[in-house]
């Protein structure tokens, strides 16, 4: 799923990403369905930094804050892949900066692990 794609609905994600391995040997999957690791299709929008399939994907209904079987988010997995303006349309959307995966780390915690001075600034400048 390039994330420069111009998806023009639902199901044009949801079909592309029925042959990933997330969801391979299942039926597509429907937009909250928990693939392998418990990785719904806004987890795989948001790895990619896919902006566009995560507006599409939150405005079919899409839960921002489900959490894959590390208590991972949508939100942390864009933060550790470094993709900030897929970090800052989740925050736009509602996404829970208060999250904590099952390792105890918050959003921002990851940015600061990783490094990604931009998206730390960016989360940290959310809490004022």
Known sequence: ????????????????????????GEPRPSINTPGGFGNRPLKVAAVRGD???????????????ARNEDGYTALHHAVSQGHLPAVQRLVELGASLD???????TPLQEAEIHKFDEIVAFLSHQRI
């Open 1 to 24: 799923m390039p994330s420069a794609r111009n998806w023009q609905n639902v199901d044009e994600i949801l079909d592309e990403m029925a042959d990933l391995p997330e969801f391979m």
């Open 51 to 65: 902006v566009r399939a995560i507006d599409i994907l939150i405005q079919a209904g899409a839960e921002i804050d």
């Open 99 to 105: 999250a904590v995966t099952d390792d105890g780390f």
